[in-house]
């Protein structure tokens, strides 16, 4: 599946690019267009990562791409960026209390 999802990016990348470089440049909705197309990009390498290795801080860090790509859109109100903004906090408490390395035992 995750060979799969890769060659997804892939074509969605090359499909991306040919669009992109069509685009007028002078405008700021061109700006917001790539940023979306690389968050949704490293949000699919990020989630084949996760099938192939079953680990809770990729799934946070993929976590945390889809929250920044939810925050990042022009016509967000303040209820969407506040939620963006607990999600964060959520993510942050997670990966600090289950992905802390635990202490050494004592022999």
């Given at each position: 599946?995750?060979?799969?999802?890769?060659?997804?990016i892939v074509a969605y990348g090359y499909?991306?690019?040919v669009e992109l470089l069509n685009m007028y440049?002078?405008?700021?909705?061109t700006y917001y267009e790539l940023i979306y197309r690389v968050l949704l990009i490293v949000i699919g390498i990020e989630l084949a990562r996760t099938l192939?290795?079953?680990d809770l801080g990729?799934?946070?860090e993929l976590l945390a791409f889809v929250v920044s790509r939810?925050?990042?859109k022009p016509?967000?109100?303040a209820l969407d960026i506040f939620m963006c903004v607990l999600a964060f906090v959520a993510l942050l408490a997670a990966r600090y209390y289950f992905l802390r390395p635990s202490?050494?035992?004592?022999a």
């Open positions: 599946m995750a060979v799969v999802i890769v060659a997804g499909a991306s690019t440049w002078g405008q700021s909705e192939i290795t079953h990729a799934i946070l939810k925050t990042l016509d967000v109100d202490p050494p035992r004592e």
